[in-house]
């Protein structure tokens, strides 16, 4: 008998959806308190997922929600990147 898995879900910060983890991506903020893209999940810290869509990652920006989930400023790179993720997927 085959052991069936359990899909780590994840509630995206912008839509309030729940989805399965490969769905979303993840930014977190260091104990050191930088903020990055955390591309393997597995990164040390305060992370808060965003939906993989050019428009949610905009209306993350536009609303700072980020900010308030990571309690920090959020560098204009991690939304450059998070757009960039997102267009060569």
Same mark, same amino acid.
């Given at each position: 008998?085959?052991?069936?898995?359990?899909?780590?879900?994840?509630?995206?910060?912008?839509?309030? &959806?729940?989805?399965?983890?490969?769905? #979303?991506?993840?930014?977190?903020? +260091?104990?050191?308190? $930088?903020?990055?893209? $955390? /591309? +393997?999940?597995?990164?040390?810290?305060?992370?808060? *997922?965003?939906?993989?869509?050019? +428009?949610?990652?905009?209306?993350?920006?536009?609303?700072?929600? /980020?900010?308030? =989930? /990571?309690?920090?400023?959020?560098?204009? &790179?991690? *939304?450059?990147? /998070? #757009?960039? #993720?997102? $267009? =060569? &997927?």
């Amino acid at each position: 008998m085959q052991k069936v898995r359990k899909i780590p879900m994840r509630k995206c910060v912008v839509t309030g &959806e729940r989805m399965e983890k490969k769905q #979303l991506l993840r930014v977190v903020r +260091t104990p050191e308190g $930088d903020v990055v893209v $955390d /591309l +393997t999940g597995k990164a040390n810290g305060r992370g808060a *997922y965003v939906t993989k869509n050019k +428009t949610v990652i905009q209306k993350a920006q536009k609303t700072k929600i /980020l900010e308030r =989930h /990571l309690e920090c400023a959020i560098p204009e &790179e991690i *939304y450059a990147q /998070l #757009l960039n #993720l997102v $267009d =060569h &997927e």
